[in-house]
Structures are given as C-alpha cells and as structure tokens.
C-alpha cells in the first residue's frame, strides 16, 4: 500500500449538519430500492450498480467510488447530509469520480466484498460502507463514514494519487483483491470419522465463556441479539439436560423482554443494543430480526411456558401486522432509527410528558416501573423505557392489587402511544425480501404452534403465496426483492436456504404437500447453480449471476444465520422427508468441513450447532394420518420437540407415509431411522415415545 493512501486510513465518528439542498433529482429517482431514491435528491450524479457506471468509469479512466448503505443506517443519512448534499463536495465527486450508490440489502454479494476490503485496509468495516475502486470494480481503498472535510480531503487525495501514481494505485488494488478473493479460504477436508454426542456436548463446553450469565447474551458492548444462539442453547437444555444452558437462554430473553431493545409500547425488537445490558437501543428496526425473536420466544414460551414471552410474541407480531405488512400479504425490511434529523426522537420521553401525559396516579407506577428519571435515563433528559421488575412486584411495593397495578399500567402505555403515533414517524423501506420474508413466515408458523392461534398460520400461508405468486419462477430460479409493484435482482443461497426452510415449516402447518415440493424445487435448484466443484459448501451467488472480482461463501452464523448452515439444514430435511440419502450425505459433508471450527469460533457457529445436535441424536419422524391428522399434530406442537419433523394428512404422499392410512382411525406413529414404535390415537401417549 503507498504511502499516500496509507495516510487516508482514518476512521472518524462524530455528526455535523450542514449541505446545499438541490431540488433536481438525479438518476436514482428511477431506483427500486427506497434508500437509493432517498438520495434522488442528491447533487451528486449517482448511478446504480451496472454495466452503464462501469462502462462509463473505463470510457473516461476515472475511478469509482462505491458508496454502500441500507434505508435504516442512523450515520448512513448523517453523510448524506453533510456531504452527499452538499454541492461543492458533489462538484468533486461528478468531476473526479463515477459514484455509485448501493443498497446492501438488495446486493450483499457486492457488499460482502467492498466490507472485507475496508477490514482489510483498516481494520475497521462497517456503513455507511465508501470504497475506491478502479474501473473494474477492483477496490484500493475503502473506509466507513467521513465528516465533510475529511471526506474532501480524502477525495482530493484520491484524486492526487490516482493521476500522479497510477501503476502503483493499480498495484495496491490487485493486492486488495486478492486479500478478499482469499478471505475466508473454505475449508475443504473431511473429518473421517462419525459426529458422537461427545462431539456435541464439547460446543457448549468450549462457548461457555463467551456468554454473559447476568445479563444474557454474548459478553460485551454493543450487544446484539442472536436468536440461533438462544436457539442452541434450548436444544441443548432439552437434549443434555444442562441447566446451565437453560438459565443462559432464559435470562438472555428475559433481560431483552425487559430492556430497551424492545418497544413496549409499539412492539418489536430494535436492531441492537449500544451497552451490555439491553438498556438503550440503536433505534432501528429489522424485520430479519423480528421474524427470529418471535421463533426464539415460540420456543422459550413452548419449554418454559412463562407469560412474558407470550406477551413478547403477541406485541411483536401486532406491530408486524400494522406497520411492517403490505396490503398484499409481504414484510417490509425495515423502520429508520432516525426521525425528524434525530436518533431514536420517535421513542423517547421526558418525564415530564410522562407526568402530563398519563396523570399522576398512573405516573406514581410508570415512572419507576419503567426507570423514568427527571435527567434522563438515556441522554439529556430523554428516557428509554425499560425495566426491572415485574407488574407483581411493582404491585406489592406499592401496595396495591396486580390487577389495579396492571389496569394503570395499560391505560399508561395506551396513552402514551396514542401521544407517540402522533409524533413525525421515522421512514419505512418498503421493499421485501425474500429471504427476511422467510424468517418471518417462520416467526408465524412457530407462534402460531405455541399460542395455539390458527390466525397467525393464515399470515404465514398469505406470505407465502404472496413469495410464490411474485418471486419464483417455474424452473425453481428466485427474485431477491420486490419492490414498486415489480420483483428483480438474482436470488442468493439465503433467500434459497432461508425460504425452503420457511416452506418445510409450512408443510409441517398444513400437511399440504405443494409446499413441501415446492422446497425440493429450490434445493435442487440451488444445488445447481450454487455449486463449489472444490468443496461442499456452496458459494453465495449463483453461477448464472453477474462475476464480481471475488466470490464469496459465508459460512459463519451471525445476527442472520449463514446461508450455508441454512443450506444444510434443508438438505437434512428435504432428504429425510423424501428418503433420499444424497441429500443427507451432502448435509452431513458440509458439516464435517465445519465441525473442527466450532471450538475456536465460537457462538458464530451455532445453526451449524443446531444441525449437529440433530444429527448426533438422530431425528423423530413424526407421522399423523387419518381424519384428525392436523388437529393433534398441533396439540403436539404446542410443546418443544426441537429433534421431531412431522408429516401426515390422509394421503400417503410420502415415503415414511407409506402403509400408514387406517381408515377410520387417526394414528400417530413416532419413528426414528425409519423404525416406528408402536402406533397410538391419544396424544398424550404418543408424548411420551417423543419424550
């Protein structure tokens, strides 16, 4: 790297306001992506990621800036302000630059690759994501967010070096590439010999020390939720009987249950929290997350049957309903943290509006239940509501009823969002993707098992016809996004992955098996195009997709979980329900390649976790045939079977199905391999083989 560029490796946080408004709109006012037609208003000459930028770059030989971001990112819009709108830095960049603007959410392929390249150069990646990068796409530097005068400083540096040094620039860009190209070699050997449930059991040993026993959670700040960490943790409990794992899932749930990370007025999870305890949130919310937590309460809810999380599930996926669904049945992405210029306005009180706003009688309860304080629990005056108690013990040290407590707490909270709808409400993106549409049918289907609530099976069942009517095609292919009436952008392996599972869990639903075939659809079609001929994993864009300068895998679980531990999951699944060993085997080898990671990785790996814990046990195969089928599949599913897969109906349309039909009578037949105990018609004795 030259010294020059080396010089531009400063990373700077902070906000100032500013920039001359241009009313003309540029290019991206044709964009389908909201957050690219919020900076249709930009004077800078924006363009969308393709062949008419980069044609464009090459014709004139000037570099590209790569300026990456999503529709909720707080300091995404802070340089927007500053800079982007601001015409002198935009004179710079139209005069200089090719600049293209990039909504991460649509192209995370091209996001993955921009976002290695800044770790590399800095150490430091995040967004708003501004990379450099030559002609053909090759980055020789990147950074994260820039004041005004840094960022034109930078720009002029870059400009200097690119003119004045060229061959060294494009030196420095074929080096950075080739760090990215690398990143993340996959692993390709096999462990030679069987899993053990000795093997399963040593994960949880050797993550222990990355959890956070009084708060939940992994250790440290900013703390962000990961649902398929709760998720082992619960499979664990329920396989080992390890009450460590259950008291680390369950105080995880009740500290964010508590905290400010979720609304409890509104409903819903904001994206993260910025401390260690779940008190103040970075204010945005993701529907990725929503669609987990709800699954991760279903769960906690069905093995601990505790209230609270019931009531979590039923705020969260009330506030799905009014603000996150479009009339046609599909999920919106996301809430903006920012409202009116300003993190988080939208949410916080003082507490005097409290005061005003609720009367004192009510005031005399909310205010400490809530941790309401006259300087403010948050920042300068302003409070986030969170809390540390229950309603019953806010009753007794008030002395009053939990019924009267809890009537003056609801009449509080009713009020107060009657005041905050009225408030200027941040902006919403409106596109839906397929992949985050998948987690949140799979929130609906686990809600509806656990709260016994057929409605919420219909929200699922609408969603994805919605996805199956809009987003795939005959051939099993898939669109990414959806937005303005129309569907474009190749599909990725999460939103192949994530979406057959979803569908997988439909089957399970409804015993309708059009949702089951259409998941082998795309599997297979997945397996095709997603294929790596040097290992098991599969690559995350499609062989039929636009080539990038590298192509990528992801393979570690993160706040979403890894398209390649979703991928085989489903190949496990998709296998057993059609009695298709190559499927299995295919799962299993990309396990074996993962396995020897767990311990120096960490709860980054927990869906692969999941799937170990399945496999090392072996699964039940659930079959319920007959009249009653559906009915008393569901009275089993109100309880926590993470291990159990079920079928059935009054057709024998599958394998494991086969001979299975006696007319008359509704039999439940709990199988592992294959191998199937005696038959039961009460539910409750066929538990107890399950148990």
């Known amino acids: 790297m030259s010294a020059a560029l080396i010089s531009l490796c400063v990373l700077v946080t902070g906000c100032?306001?500013?920039?001359?408004?241009?009313?003309?709109?540029?290019?991206?006012a044709e964009a389908g992506s909201p957050y690219l037609r919020e900076h249709a208003d930009n004077p800078v000459d924006w363009y969308e990621w393709g062949s008419e930028a980069l044609e464009k770059a090459k014709a004139e030989n000037k570099p590209l800036i790569i300026s990456i971001g999503y529709a909720a990112c707080h300091w995404c819009h802070v340089m927007e302000r500053e800079s982007f709108m601001d015409t002198a830095v935009a004179r710079v960049m139209n005069e200089n630059f090719i600049s293209i603007k990039i909504d991460r959410e649509e192209r995370p392929d091209i996001d993955q690759i921009y976002l290695e390249a800044a770790q590399l150069v800095s150490g430091?990646?995040?967004w708003p994501l501004n990379a450099f990068a030559l002609p053909d796409g090759k980055p020789f530097y990147a950074g994260t967010y820039f004041p005004k005068e840094q960022w034109l400083v930078l720009l002029e540096q870059v400009i200097k070096v690119y003119r004045e040094d060229s061959a060294n620039v494009a030196k420095q860009a074929d080096a950075l590439t080739k760090g990215v190209q690398s990143n993340e070699i996959l692993p390709t050997s096999l462990v030679a010999t069987e899993f053990s449930r000795q093997s399963y059991d040593d994960i949880f040993k050797s993550w222990e020390t990355d959890f956070d026993y009084k708060w939940g959670g992994i250790s440290g700040a900013p703390k962000f939720p990961m649902p398929t960490v709760g998720e082992f943790l619960l499979q664990y409990h329920y396989l080992t009987n390890n009450e460590r794992a259950l008291k680390l899932a369950t105080r995880s749930l009740d500290a964010m249950a508590m905290g400010g990370i979720f609304d409890h007025l509104g409903g819903g999870f904001a994206r993260y929290s910025t401390d260690a305890i779940w008190h103040v949130p970075h204010f945005e919310k993701m529907l990725y997350d929503n669609g987990q937590l709800v699954s991760l309460y279903a769960?906690?809810?069905?093995?601990?049957?505790n209230p609270l999380y019931a009531d979590v599930i039923k705020k969260t996926l009330r506030f799905i309903e009014t603000e996150m669904t479009s009339p046609e049945g599909g999920f919106y992405s996301s809430i903006n943290a920012d409202s009116e210029g300003e993190e988080g306005k939208f949410y916080v009180w003082t507490k005097t509006e409290i005061e005003t706003i609720v009367g004192k009688q009510a005031a005399d309860l909310f205010i400490p239940y809530y941790q309401i304080t006259d300087s403010g629990n948050w920042e300068n005056g302003k409070n986030v509501l969170f809390r540390r108690m229950t309603k019953e013990d806010l009753a007794k040290e008030k002395g009053i009823s939990p019924d009267e407590c809890g009537r003056l707490l609801n009449e509080a909270e009713a009020k107060l969002l009657q005041t905050r709808n009225k408030r200027e409400r941040p902006t919403l993106d409106d596109k839906i993707l397929v992949s985050w549409n998948a987690l949140m049918m799979q929130g609906y289907i686990d809600a509806h098992y656990a709260l016994s609530d057929p409605a919420y099976l219909e929200v699922a069942l609408t969603n994805?016809?919605?996805?199956?009517?809009?987003?795939?095609?005959d051939n099993g292919q898939l669109w990414r996004s959806f937005s303005q009436g129309k569907a474009g952008i190749d599909a990725f392996l999460d939103d192949y992955a994530s979406l057959a599972r979803s569908f997988i869990s439909l089957y399970e639903a409804t015993f309708d098996i059009h949702w089951l075939d259409k998941a082998r659809l795309l599997t297979e079609y997945a397996s095709l195009t997603f294929v790596n001929n040097e290992s098991p994993l599969y690559y995350y864009t499609s062989g039929k997709s636009e080539s990038l300068v590298a192509r990528k895998s992801e393979v570690a679980d993160n706040v979403i979980p890894s398209s390649n531990s979703m991928m085989a999951e489903v190949l496990y699944l998709i296998g057993e329900y059609y009695a298709n060993d190559s499927y299995i085997v295919k799962s299993n080898d990309m396990l074996r390649v993962i396995a020897p990671h767990f311990s120096k990785n960490g709860p980054y790996?927990?869906?692969?976790?999941?799937?170990?814990?399945?496999?090392t046990t072996g699964p039940y195969e659930v079959a319920v045939m007959g009249k009653d089928a559906?009915?008393?599949?569901?009275?089993?599913?109100?309880n926590y079977f993470p291990t159990a897969f079920f079928m059935g109906g009054e057709t024998e349309d599958l394998p494991l199905l086969e001979n299975k039909h006696v007319e008359g009578r509704t039999m439940i037949?709990?199988?592992?391999?294959?191998?199937?105990?005696?038959?039961e018609e009460d539910v409750e004795r066929a538990m107890k083989q399950l148990r």
């Open 16 to 28: 100032k306001s500013g920039g001359d408004k241009n009313i003309d709109l540029n290019r991206l």
């Open 124 to 126: 430091n990646a995040g």
């Open 299 to 305: 769960h906690g809810y069905q093995a601990t049957r």
């Open 464 to 473: 994805a016809r919605f996805i199956e009517k809009n987003f795939i095609r």
């Open 605 to 615: 790996y927990s869906n692969w976790a999941l799937l170990m814990g399945l496999t």
């Open 630 to 638: 559906l009915s008393k599949s569901n009275e089993i599913r109100r």
């Open 669 to 679: 037949y709990v199988c592992r391999n294959k191998v199937c105990k005696f038959p």
